[in-house]
């Protein structure tokens, strides 16, 4: 079964336009389409034909055929490969019925695992490590949502792992929890785990110090993309840095580099060069 897009057309609209910074009369007003038809295609209610696509795409900066293309699902990106599960393996919470992914990349060399984000479920992620016979060396923040680092001071209890995080998260770090990274997560730094390493890669918009980690063959991208899509941003300042983020340090990776976001299937870096309408 092909997997469920986290964006589907009327999200990637909505996230353009406010990324924009068009309010819905702006938007009426640039490309002539009524505001309560903009509405209805925003909430999912009416479908856009080809030529008010071509309209809304040219004014909001978006690839028109891409986004046909994920509009009448014709694309969803290839399955994570069975081979890679050793590797990664992927977690999921909930946060209501909103599913929330966090990954653990694992070495063979004495059975240790980093943790990237918490997904919403620590006593999953404990259960995990101890059916895999996995020692947890730290845990990876790409950003200081709640929904990514629910549960980290008892996962942190438990296991001992010191706590990743960019500086420029910390206000929003500090408004769920007490204790204190461990390590500031810059650009450029690399951390090991047996024999293999995660580099940092800051890559903000999302929020201010979000970052990926990437390892030569996965680049674990929190909410800064999705499949098809990117993470929401809360200001146009915001969505230009993340657009730029993107193209500069995820899709300027080898196209065969596997990416994990934090809700939604993975995907590839290939992938994205050829079906994200937003680049």
Known sequence: MAPHLEDNLEDILQKA????????????????????????????????????LRMLAQTLGLEKNRLEEIGNKRWTPLPFPKEAEKEVITLKGYLGDYEVKGYLFVTSHRNEALLIDTAYNPDLVLKTLWENDLSLKAILLTHAHHDHIHGISKIRTKTGAQVYLHARELPLYKA?????????????????????????????????????????????????????????????????????????????LPEETILCPGHGPTTTVGEERRHNPFF
């Open 176 to 252: 769920h929890e007490t204790k204190p990274p461990d390590q500031m997560a810059e650009e450029g730094i690399t951390i090991g785990c047996g024999q293999k390493t995660l580099k940092v890669l800051e890559t903000p918009g999302h929020t201010p110090g979000g970052v990926s980690y990437y390892s030569g063959k996965y680049c674990f991208v929190g909410d800064a993309l999705f499949a098809g899509s990117t993470g929401r941003s809360f200001s146009p300042d915001g969505f230009q840095t993340l657009l730029s983020s993107l193209k500069e340090k995820v899709l300027t």
């Open 17 to 52: 336009r406010t990324g924009k910074g068009f309010s819905l009369p702006g938007l009426s007003s640039q490309t002539g389409l009524d505001e309560k038809k903009l509405k209805k295609f925003e909430d999912g209610i009416e479908t856009p034909t080809s030529e008010q």
